[in-house]
């Protein structure tokens, strides 16, 4: 006896399931029957006997309920539709906006603004902002350690020449990593050059910005650096840079491509060309590259004699007219350019106008990019995700909400901010004392370089390096580099305000906030950023940000010194 298989097999049958019973003819004829009487019932009109048939046609076919609710809906549709309402009876769905999606910052300020004026319990936050810098960092101290070297260095191995692009701090970035690929390679560095921008429209050469005659010996003992290429090898380029052999080099490479790629070529020509050369070392390289990284930075870059003297003029009259502040006063480095607003595609107050100008920037400045098919902007959710510039007046309510008072007096570095006149108005009425380079400065002493940006750039630099706080609101090359420098300067903490625009974002948005909770929120955000001061570099971080451990050592042994104005 064989069990039972569900499977068919060669050797063995399986029984097969029952087939199903024919339908009884009998059952066949009623039905029959019955439809004949349906049809044939008396009593009944044409019309409903039709109809009739069809329903019952539709009930034995399943298929109809599933068209049924489409029937009633077009059925509802076209009742509603045979019928007018007035306007005022229709049903109106709210919209619903996410929290932070919103430029509500006007109408948060026209709430607070009595109890902002009337709150009298603010303490001299600017001298007492900073807790944590007069403490060590874990047990110690930090202070400035780059050393150059000494004796001679041996016969080089040919010239590099690079293009800076960008603004100042981002050429700056170009120029330090150039030092430390030509150091690295045993190459001659030419004094690099900058490339000409439409957005910064800056002709600005080496030596207009920065010392060259100080940049060239203060690297004497660790990178050759001259300012013109020999005779004998340019007549092989027919004294024609572009002509010269010009490496692509990819962003962020490690310095072993260099070594690998660039140096057999480099002995080979004698002269190479790299173009564009912005962020094109790694961050993390051998500490040799990153010595040299810094002595460029700290060390040999200090800016030319007139920018230099005029920054530490107005440095003096900063901290002359901050007098009962002990000298001390707040930079703030204030992205509201209509570029950047522009750029940044978010929305604001400015209506209709706004828009349009938003519009004509976008294409002037970036011609078709914002327009690509498929391309959405969403101004809610960049807000939401702090990537929209603070206002002018979004600042004036952070700094009060943390502490300080109408009368500090802040320095505002910023480019021509957009619609100044109405956007600047809620921020001078909260900061009085705000002061911008063409306040402090004359006509006179501006008039060689208003139409530099780069060179406007670098004496707005200076004055915040020597800020008691500074302030940064939209991220970018000159907060990074000013973060780093000052963290180098004093001791290893930035004095820097980093806010979190995510949670500005909804505290910005929150009508219903009252002046005490917005203020212990605000003091709050101030207190991490005091925090984050000391801060090492990690893997991937700047040097030019982070420059502990590189560019800084270890000391249990405070050390009282006053920082230069040398920048």
């Known amino acids: 006896m064989h069990p039972y298989n569900r499977l068919p097999s060669s050797g063995h049958s399986s029984p097969s399931p029952p087939h199903s019973p024919l339908r009884s003819p009998r059952f066949r004829q009623t039905r029959s029957k019955a439809s004949g009487r349906f049809i044939n019932q008396p009593g009944r009109t044409l019309i409903q006997r039709i109809a009739w048939h ?136 030419l004094i690099p050059n900058f490339h000409f921008h439409s957005i910064w429209r800056d002709p600005s050469k080496f030596g207009d910005i920065y010392d060259e005659e100080y940049f060239i010996s203060s690297l004497e003992n660790d990178v050759r650096v001259v300012n013109r290429i020999p005779e004998y090898l340019m007549e092989r380029f027919d004294h024609n840079m572009t002509n010269v052999y010009n490496f692509r080099i990819k962003a962020w490479s490690p310095i072993s491509y260099y070594k690998d790629a660039v140096l057999p070529r480099l002995l080979e020509e004698k002269v190479i060309r790299i173009s564009p050369f912005a962020n094109r070392l790694s961050f993390d390289s051998p500490p040799a590259v990153q010595r040299l990284r810094c002595l460029a930075n700290y060390k040999a870059l200090r800016f030319s004699s007139p920018i230099l003297t005029l920054g530490e003029t107005l440095v003096a009259r900063m901290k002359e007219r901050s007098a ?53 902007i969403r101004p809610g959710a960049n807000r939401i995700n702090g990537k929209c510039p603070l206002t002018p007046l979004e600042v004036g309510l952070m700094l009060r909400g943390m502490g300080f008072d109408k009368n500090s007096f802040i320095y505002l570095a910023s480019g021509k901010i957009y619609d100044a006149e109405r956007t600047m108005a809620p921020l001078l009425e909260m900061f009085p004392n705000l002061i911008t380079k063409q306040m402090v400065a004359t006509d006179e002493e501006l008039a ?30 000159f907060p990074h580099f000013l973060m780093g420098h000052r963290r180098y300067l004093y001791g290893g903490h930035s004095k820097t305000i980093r806010p979190d625009k995510r949670k500005l974002a909804l505290l910005f948005d ?29 893997p991937n971080d700047s040097i030019y940000t982070f420059p502990c451990p590189d560019c800084m050592c270890r000391t249990n042994k405070s050390e009282d010194s006053k920082p230069s104005l040398a920048t």
């Open 324 to 376: 009962n502040y002990s000298g001390k006063y707040i930079s703030v480095h204030l992205r509201f350019e209509e570029d950047m607003v522009a750029f940044s595609c978010c929305e604001f107050d400015g209506g209709a106008q706004e828009k349009e100008d938003m519009t004509e920037a976008r294409e002037r400045g970036w011609k078709g990019k914002f327009n690509k098919p498929g391309r959405v």
């Open 510 to 538: 929150n009508p219903k906030i009252g002046w005490k909770t917005f203020k212990r929120q605000l003091l709050s955000m101030r207190s991490h950023s005091d925090s984050k001061g000391f801060e090492l570099k990690r």
């Open 54 to 189: 069809l329903l019952s046609v539709l009930i034995r076919r399943q298929g109809f309920f599933l068209f049924a609710p489409l029937l009633y809906i077009s059925g509802m549709l076209l009742y509603m539709g045979s019928g007018s309402f007035p306007d005022d009876r229709l049903p109106i769905i709210p919209r619903h906006f996410a929290p932070g999606s919103r430029y509500r910052s006007p109408q948060l300020y026209d709430k607070l603004r009595p109890e902002m004026d009337a709150d009298n319990s603010s303490a001299d936050a600017i001298s007492t902002v900073w807790k944590h810098s007069f403490s060590a960092y874990k047990g110690v101290e930090w202070r400035p350690c780059v050393n150059t070297s000494s004796g001679v260095l041996p016969e080089s191995n040919g010239y590099i020449y690079v293009e800076a692009n960008g603004g100042l701090n981002q050429q700056r970035t170009s120029i330090c990593n150039a030092v430390a690929v030509a150091g690295y390679l045993n190459a001659t560095l």
């Open 448 to 477: 060689p370089y208003k139409n530099y940006s780069s060179r406007m750039a670098a004496i707005d630099y200076t004055v915040c390096l020597h800020s008691e706080v500074f302030v940064t609101t939209q991220g970018g090359n």
